[in-house]
């Protein structure tokens, strides 16, 4: 059985780093390479939105709020994916989630999320 079992969070100040982790438990190598992976956050009140994502082959994309701050990083050995956020603000406050998704196999998994709250 697959599970996405995210890490990191907390209570960070304003202008502090911090760093998620995404564990892939029971997934093999192949599903894992095969998949696009991506952290999400998700602010109160507000949608579920995309912040940055590392496709299968490696391209990377970050959403325009978190571009030179935050970075996405995998490690194929492990199974496991990061995301280090630095000069952290208060909107970044969030429940943030990793989303494996692989078309090869037809598999899309989600963690359960990690909160980040970014204090003022």
């Known amino acids: 059985q697959v599970q996405l079992v995210e890490s990191g969070g907390g209570v960070v100040p304003a202008g502090g780093s911090q760093r998620l982790s995404c564990a892939a438990s029971?997934?093999?190598?192949?599903?894992?390479?095969?998949?696009?992976k991506a952290w999400y956050a998700q602010a109160p009140g507000k949608q579920r939105e995309l912040v940055a994502q590392i496709s299968s082959d490696g391209i990377i994309h970050y959403a325009d709020s978190v571009k030179g701050r935050f970075a996405i990083s995998k490690d194929n050995t492990r199974r496991r994916l990061y995301l280090q956020m630095n000069s952290l603000k208060p909107e970044d406050t969030a429940v943030y989630y990793c989303?494996?998704?692989?078309?090869?196999?037809?598999?899309?998994?989600w963690g359960q999320g990690t909160q980040v709250a970014v204090s003022s």
């Open positions: 989303n494996f998704a692989s078309r090869s196999y037809r598999t899309d998994y």
């Open positions: 029971g997934m093999i190598l192949s599903v894992f390479t095969s998949s696009d």
